[in-house]
């Protein structure tokens, strides 16, 4: 028997948020039902339900920062029981099987990962988001949330956390060189890269925050990076040209890549964890001169987003956040593309008990 639950739906790209009830499938031997505590907004919910990714399936609800309680178990889990503290993050099923699976690196599925909404669930349902009382996910697709952790400040980390985190460890960000710390610049200081600041100082890197002004400068700084420049400075790119090791380029909207390549040094790397709408435009010569890398990252695998839950718990690291009930999420929306949330949106979700269907 599917599970009736309530949720913010939108029935189209320029319509409000509406609480409605939606159908969770019925839990398998192999799922777990979570009671939602607490939900990030991301800023990819945003891109996905405004159809500025593609036309998305409506109605629908977003949402993959999902922190909570487990409410129920299948009969074949063995590794979660109720009341645990867990998280979902953007996928909530894949093959299991294929060579990506098995390495721990699911959101890289061979045969497509199910992801948290917006996505061809195993039942042939449109999968639904954490914008909702509850969810229900297959167990190898839930995380374990430190006590450390509050459930609002945790749940950014199952999107933000692990978009960070990963090309940061991938690219040794906290790896010595020539005995001094790596210089890692953070490109933004929104969402993902207040994330970013924070993790790779416990990383043990020499941090800098890269913004077109120094607005943000002592909110970097109580991050823990080491100062803060400001790239609409009229001598920026050439004063600090062959400056850094590794730049997480956490910006979604248009850049000239190529004066930031600049910046680095030689065999140093760009990471992008930003997904602009628009295309960028990108010169091979500032990736050849200087053997320099150009990578994306997108998440990390279920294992690596455990390790990165551990990684900030252990390190006191978590999301700083503004609480917003369920009828304050259009508001927020716009807010976080202005730029306006310091840094991360949270949805208290005990605010749908008193809500009413629309």
């Given at each position: 028997m599917?599970?009736?639950?309530?949720?913010?739906q939108?029935?189209?790209?320029?319509?409000p948020f509406?609480?409605?009830?939606i159908?969770?499938?019925d839990?398998?031997?192999d799922?777990v039902?979570i009671?939602?505590?607490a939900?990030?907004?991301?800023h990819s919910?945003?891109h996905?339900?405004?159809?500025?990714?593609?036309?998305a399936?409506?109605p629908?609800?977003?949402?993959?920062e999902?922190?909570?309680v487990?409410e129920?178990?299948?009969?074949?889990?063995?590794?979660w029981?109720?009341?645990?503290?867990?998280?979902v993050?953007?996928?909530v099923?894949?093959c299991?099987?294929?060579e990506e699976?098995r390495?721990?690196?699911?959101?890289?599925?061979l045969n497509?990962s199910?992801?948290?909404?917006?996505?061809?669930?195993v039942d042939?349902?449109v999968?639904?988001?954490?914008?909702?009382e509850?969810?229900?996910?297959?167990?190898?697709?839930?995380c374990?949330?430190?006590d450390?952790?509050?459930?609002?400040v945790?749940?950014?980390?199952?999107?933000?956390?692990?978009t960070t985190?990963?090309?940061?460890n991938?690219?040794?960000?906290?790896?010595?060189k020539?005995?001094a710390?790596?210089?890692?610049?953070?490109?933004g200081?929104?969402?993902?890269?207040?994330?970013?600041?924070q993790?790779?100082?416990?990383?043990g890197a020499?941090?800098?925050?890269?913004?077109?002004s120094?607005?943000?400068e002592?909110e970097a700084?109580e991050?823990?990076?080491?100062?803060?420049?400001a790239?609409?400075?009229?001598?920026f790119f050439?004063?600090?040209?062959?400056?850094?090791d590794?730049?997480?380029?956490?910006i979604s909207?248009?850049i000239p890549?190529?004066?930031?390549l600049?910046?680095?040094?030689a065999r140093?790397?760009?990471?992008v964890?930003?997904l602009?709408p628009?295309?960028?435009?990108?010169?091979?010569?500032s990736?050849?001169?200087?053997a320099k890398?150009?990578?994306?990252?997108?998440?990390?695998?279920?294992?690596e987003?455990?390790?990165?839950?551990?990684?900030?718990?252990?390190?006191?690291?978590a999301?700083?956040?503004?609480?917003?009930?369920?009828?304050?999420?259009d508001?927020?929306?716009?807010r976080?593309?202005?730029?306006?949330?310091?840094?991360r949106?949270v949805?208290?979700?005990a605010?749908?008990?008193d809500?009413?269907?629309?």
């Amino acid at each position: 028997m599917s599970i009736t639950v309530k949720a913010l739906q939108k029935t189209g790209p320029d319509q409000p948020f509406k609480v409605a009830n939606i159908e969770r499938r019925d839990p398998r031997a192999d799922d777990v039902v979570i009671d939602i505590k607490a939900a990030g907004i991301c800023h990819s919910d945003i891109h996905t339900i405004r159809n500025e990714w593609g036309e998305a399936s409506f109605p629908l609800t977003v949402g993959h920062e999902i922190a909570g309680v487990v409410e129920a178990v299948g009969e074949n889990v063995t590794d979660w029981k109720v009341g645990d503290r867990v998280g979902v993050g953007c996928m909530v099923d894949s093959c299991g099987e294929c060579e990506e699976c098995r390495a721990g690196q699911e959101q890289n599925c061979l045969n497509g990962s199910v992801g948290t909404y917006n996505s061809t669930d195993v039942d042939g349902t449109v999968t639904q988001g954490g914008y909702a009382e509850k969810v229900v996910v297959n167990e190898r697709f839930v995380c374990r949330i430190p006590d450390a952790l509050d459930f609002d400040v945790a749940a950014p980390l199952l999107c933000a956390g692990i978009t960070t985190y990963a090309p940061l460890n991938r690219w040794g960000a906290g790896e010595a060189k020539n005995g001094a710390p790596k210089k890692v610049a953070v490109l933004g200081l929104g969402g993902l890269g207040h994330m970013g600041v924070q993790i790779a100082v416990a990383m043990g890197a020499d941090v800098t925050v890269l913004s077109r002004s120094m607005k943000k400068e002592q909110e970097a700084l109580e991050l823990g990076a080491q100062r803060m420049l400001a790239t609409s400075d009229e001598d920026f790119f050439s004063d600090h040209k062959g400056e850094f090791d590794l730049i997480l380029n956490t910006i979604s909207a248009d850049i000239p890549v190529d004066r930031y390549l600049r910046l680095l040094k030689a065999r140093g790397v760009m990471a992008v964890v930003g997904l602009p709408p628009e295309k960028q435009d990108l010169s091979f010569g500032s990736v050849i001169g200087g053997a320099k890398v150009l990578a994306g990252s997108n998440i990390g695998g279920i294992p690596e987003t455990q390790e990165m839950l551990d990684f900030c718990a252990e390190h006191g690291i978590a999301a700083k956040i503004e609480t917003v009930g369920i009828g304050e999420v259009d508001v927020a929306y716009d807010r976080v593309v202005s730029g306006d949330v310091h840094f991360r949106a949270v949805i208290d979700t005990a605010s749908f008990a008193d809500a009413e269907v629309a």
